[in-house]
T-cell receptor, first 112, second 114 residues
């Protein structure tokens, strides 16, 4: 079986930093991705970690520890527009193909 | 470059009917994946096509099928619709031959089964 666990809701203050954790249990592993989805919108790709360590893209950073089956998304200098759902996803197919197994999502609310 | 497009955007069908949804990937993308999104089950992988071949299939009944054409456009079909098939159906395209976790999603087709 496969499972990805992430907190269901997080609330943070504008300008602050927030970390969204993701632990996974999958039969195969081909990297951890993060997606953002605003209400009524489509998921948009944020970051991808295939190897251990930190990847930084502007205000967003993502971390992976394969030995701990754990990753997180770090959002800095939070803005109101960051209020959205955030999904971690694992590429779990042994061929490395484009089939992602998604977590249940974390709803981030940014408050003034 | 145009994004992923899906048609129709909204659809209402009756139980027992069938439906076909269409997806046009970003130009040059040969991989198209389909996902079902519901409040209860979240985002679930349906299947992926690459160069007109189904490479992977998720855990959905055989009522769900798909295909990809030579221009990479893809369709998915759901036969004998059930109430539980009401969902947002998303397609996503990718440039990579081997998955990199980076997919570009279309706006989705909202299917309501009554």
């Amino acid at each position: 079986g496969q499972s990805l666990e992430q907190p269901s809701e997080v609330t943070a203050v504008e300008g602050a930093i927030v970390q969204i954790n993701c632990t996974y249990q999958t039969s195969g592993f081909y990297g951890l991705s993060w997606y953002q989805q605003h209400d009524g919108g489509a998921p948009t790709f944020l970051s991808y970690n295939a190897l251990d360590g930190l990847e930084e893209t502007g205000r967003f950073s993502s971390f992976l520890s394969r030995s701990d089956s754990y990753g997180y998304l770090l959002l800095q200098e939070l803005q109101m527009k960051d209020s959205a759902s955030y999904f971690c996803a694992v590429g779990a197919d042994q061929t490395g193909a484009n089939n992602l197994f998604f977590g249940t999502g974390t709803r981030l609310t940014v408050i003034p | 470059k145009a994004g992923v497009t899906q048609t129709p955007r909204y659809l209402i069908k009756t139980r027992g009917q069938q439906v076909t949804l269409s997806c046009s990937p970003i130009s040059g993308h040969r991989s198209v994946s389909w996902y079902q999104q519901t409040p209860g089950q979240g985002l679930q992988f349906l299947f992926e096509y690459f160069s007109e071949t189904q490479r992977n299939k998720g855990n959905f009944p055989g009522r769900f099928s798909g295909r990809q054409f030579s221009n990479s456009r893809s369709e998915m079909n759901v036969s004998t619709l059930e109430l539980g098939d009401s969902a947002l159906y998303l397609c996503a395209s990718s440039l990579a031959v081997v998955g990199t976790g980076e997919q570009y999603f279309g706006p989705g087709t909202r299917l309501t089964v009554t």
